[in-house]
């Protein structure tokens, strides 16, 4: 059974409280991550997973590390790409938000480090097998880790004002950050709107092992997949761009802070290949290779493209007032 948010655990007689969870699916495979806390403020990952064989949980207790993997002690053990399938508490992910992670052992397998490669940041954890007999698992409750609210019969209206206009404050600002966090990052917005892209392949490069993404386009040419990108995006795309003044037939990039999208038509059908930028800058493929040099030199290029670049301005400056209506201010986010 899932553990759930404020449950009391002990490892090794040290008292623990969940507060975060992460679930992770590859393939039929699922597991667990929690992130649990000591009375000392100390942060661990717990990684439960069940055994194909014994069908029994095993544990794994992490911590955050900083060194390195690629040593004469570390060896690559799996690695893979995990999805999103569920969580709670306050962790920086969405449903359906992918990973990539790497796992490195030690010949014994005693000890293990840990990689996740998510867009916009890289998270290393060093960790090992917890034997069950380690750990114990209650089934109380820590209270702190619950918002309780007291209302006394002569402050009952005056309370209930104020909650509900805390819960209208807290849905704005919920808005507000869902709002911004989704118009920001192309990859997400592609990964969400299954009914217009479906996923293809992944595309490794030959220097870092970095991938790109490749999607297909329900729309019938690069104007429309384009267009329907930025409005998606509104408040992430920094740049349009082409190589060249006759090559928009060819196709267009366009960037985030972190991504670079290259949007072109094979075949008669309409692929975006996103990346972060250093999948560029190291020598990155294509999922066509012959669209490679129109691909790289659009990414090289300071040319904007006067279309899609009046156009992005046109779709941010919607989406900005659009958020001011609704009380959404235009606050950053992730």
């Not at 916009?120 to 820590?142: A, F, L, M």
């Not at 911004?180 to 299954?194: A, D, F, P, R």
């Not at 267009?252 to 972060?276: D, M, R």
Request: proline fraction near 1%.
């Amino acid at each position: 059974m899932k553990l759930k948010k404020g449950q009391i655990l002990y490892i090794d007689n040290q008292k623990y409280t969940v507060i975060n969870m992460i679930e992770f699916q590859q393939d039929k495979w699922k597991w667990q991550e929690y992130e649990i806390v000591d009375s000392y403020h100390t942060h661990k990952w717990l990684s439960v997973e069940e055994n194909e064989e014994t069908k029994q949980l095993e544990y794994y207790l992490y911590k955050t590390y900083q060194g390195k993997e690629n040593n004469e002690n570390y060896k690559l053990y799996e690695q893979g790409i995990a999805t999103v399938v569920d969580y709670f508490g306050n962790t920086d992910v969405d449903k359906y938000e992918t990973c990539e992670y790497c796992d490195y052992a030690t010949k014994d397998e005693e000890s293990i480090i840990s990689i996740e490669k998510w867009e916009d940041e890289t998270e290393k954890t060093i960790g090992h097998y917890i034997e069950n007999t380690r750990i114990k698992i209650t089934e109380e409750i820590d209270p702190n880790s619950k918002i309780k609210y007291t209302i006394n019969h002569q402050q009952r209206g005056k309370n209930i004002n104020i909650i509900f206009w805390g819960v209208m404050l807290l849905t704005i600002v919920i808005v507000c950050i869902t709002n911004t966090t989704s118009n920001k990052s192309i990859q997400k917005y592609l990964e969400k709107q299954t009914s217009k892209y479906q996923y293809i392949t992944s595309v490794t490069s030959n220097i870092k092992n970095q991938k790109a993404k490749v999607y297909e386009s329900s729309f019938s040419n690069i104007d429309e997949t384009v267009k329907d990108i930025i409005d998606g995006v509104p408040q992430g795309i920094t740049q349009a761009i082409d190589s060249d003044p006759n090559t928009e037939k060819d196709g267009i990039g366009l960037q985030t802070s972190k991504e670079y999208a290259y949007i072109y038509q094979e075949n008669g059908k309409i692929y975006i290949q996103v990346s972060n930028k250093e999948y560029v800058k190291n020598s990155g493929s294509t999922y066509h290779s012959r669209h490679y040099h129109h691909y790289y030199n659009t990414f090289s290029s300071t040319r904007k493209s006067t279309l899609y670049s009046s156009y992005a301005n046109s779709a941010r400056q919607r989406s900005m007032n659009s958020r001011v209506l609704t009380g959404g201010g235009t606050s950053s986010g992730k």
